[in-house]
Nanobody, 125 residues
Framework: QVQLVESGGGLVQAGGSLRLSCAAS????????MGWFRQAPGKEREFVAA????????YYADSVKGRFTISRDSAKNTVYLQMNNLRPEDTAVYYC??????????????????WGQGTQVTVSS
């Protein structure tokens, strides 16, 4: 069992930066692939970024490439999402997920076994 707790959200002006954190419980965190998704009001949850358990591979949605960076610190059981040059369309609740089965496609919501409660990110224009 893994519990995930996101933090770091807030209100920021367009062009600003935020760093989200997802702290995980459980001894096997280092063996989980991790991902970030987001959900805006009235929209479906969408993929943002993901990182393999080894940290060797990362994946990004086209809309955030070059602006967001996902990373992990297994010693701290934490995965991060550094978000730069934020835009109003990045406004959403951001969720982190953990995949224990090393799914082939980390952009799929259904691959993840555990989710956090989410953290709100609001970008003003």
């Amino acid at each position: 069992q893994v519990q995930l707790v996101e933090s770091g959200g807030g209100l920021v002006q367009a062009g600003g930066s935020l760093r989200l954190s997802c702290a995980a419980s459980g001894r096997t965190f280092s063996r989980y692939d991790m991902g970030w998704f987001r959900q805006a009001p009235g929209k479906e949850r969408e993929f943002v970024a993901a990182i393999r358990w080894s940290g060797g591979s990362t994946y990004y949605a086209d809309s955030v490439k070059g602006r967001f960076t996902i990373s992990r610190d297994s010693a701290k059981n934490t995965v991060y999402l550094q978000m730069n040059n934020l835009r109003p369309e990045d406004t959403a609740v951001y969720y982190c997920g953990a995949d224990q089965a090393w799914g082939a496609n980390l952009a799929l919501y259904s691959v993840y076994d555990y989710w956090g409660q989410g953290t709100q990110v609001t970008v003003s224009s």
